[in-house]
């Protein structure tokens, strides 16, 4: 597949000074039509209760898409379909699930640092019996063997 430019080159190779002209009145007529739109959505809207409401009525009272629906709201498309089928963001609790997840995203985009859990000291300690009788529990197990056996190349 040749390039607009490689088309252009070989139409000037083979001395086509009409065709050339031709293309140049095109781009001529693109580049004066040609607009900058603005964006569907510069920032997406905070989801609320009254918001998740109003998504349920827009889905329920018209025959909208999804993606119609949070365009005329302002949300993306998934926001609506976790309304729509799971019932989200329908309550204003601020320990709901979806909440605190949007909670935790804002402090990692700001950069908040998790808070670490408190270093107990050597004084606490279990003592080393305790350890090693842990650290047995915690080592992995190994795996089985296949039933299967692989193949090498010599075998075929």
């Known amino acids: 597949m040749a390039t607009l430019k490689e088309f252009e080159e070989a139409l000037r190779e083979h001395g086509m000074l009409m065709a050339l002209a031709l293309l140049e009145r095109l781009r001529e ?34 025959g909208m898409t999804q993606q119609e629906i949070a365009f005329k709201v302002g949300v993306n498309q998934g926001r609506v379909n976790e309304v729509i089928k799971r019932g989200k963001w329908l309550n204003d609790d601020p320990h709901s699930e979806e909440a605190v997840a949007r909670d935790r995203a804002k402090a990692k985009m700001r950069g908040d640092a998790k ?37 090498i190349f010599g075998d075929l």
Do not use: F, N, Y
Request: hydrophobic content about 30%; charged content about 30%; cysteine-free.
């Open 29 to 62: 007529r693109d580049r004066a039509t040609r607009t900058i739109k603005p964006a569907r959505r510069l920032t997406g809207q905070k989801m609320t209760p009254e918001l998740a409401r109003a998504i349920l009525d827009l889905h329920a009272t018209t």
């Open 115 to 151: 808070p670490r859990p408190p270093v107990r000291s050597s004084a606490a300690r279990k003592p080393p019996a305790a350890d090693a009788a842990k650290s047995d529990r915690a080592a992995p197990r190994p795996k089985p063997a296949s039933p299967q056996g692989q193949l």
